[in-house]
């Protein structure tokens, strides 16, 4: 397998490492990871991790700091205990306190593997210097496609470590397969 090339377009003090992409392959309550999403039904649950590859930070005002509107986006790569994933995302600025060091971002973040993809969507509450999640953040599973066609739940994004291209993201997913 190639191993990405970590780059970064723009940091802003830590702004552009604040929100995580998901693994959304995790392990199956079953013995094999795969065997209800082929037969059309179960659940799909497990830790994941990712680990930045790519970052920008899309200044749309032009001001250099993070304000009503601005983007992140971003790409991982993801791991959880199903398999290996490539999380693309963007997130959109709302609600920014720079004098509290705090934004809500509005993320939506697509997981593709080998057997389909998975979308999310959610808010989280971050630091805008440092990378902080703070609170623990729950994304609603939107849909997906190829084996996950039929996929609802919810992501649960735990905690960040690191900043830049160093940046990890640990949490825990739930994904329904209806049949």
Known sequence: MRTPRKSTVLTLSGAATLVAGIALLPAVATADPYEDAHTGGGVLEGPFVTDRLEEAFLDHDGDGLPSLGDEL??????????????????????????????????????????????????????????????????????GGTGDFASASGEVHIERFEGTGLDFRSYGWVRIVLDG
């Open 73 to 142: 986006v971003y790409t991982n790569s993801a791991t959880g205990p199903g398999g290996e994933t490539v999380d693309t995302g963007s997130c959109v600025f709302h609600l920014v306190d720079l004098a509290a060091d705090s934004a809500v971002l509005d993320c939506i973040t697509t997981s593709a593997g080998p057997r389909g993809a998975i979308t999310a969507q959610g808010v989280a509450r971050t630091g805008i210097a440092s990378p902080v999640l703070h609170e623990p953040a729950t994304w609603a599973v939107t």
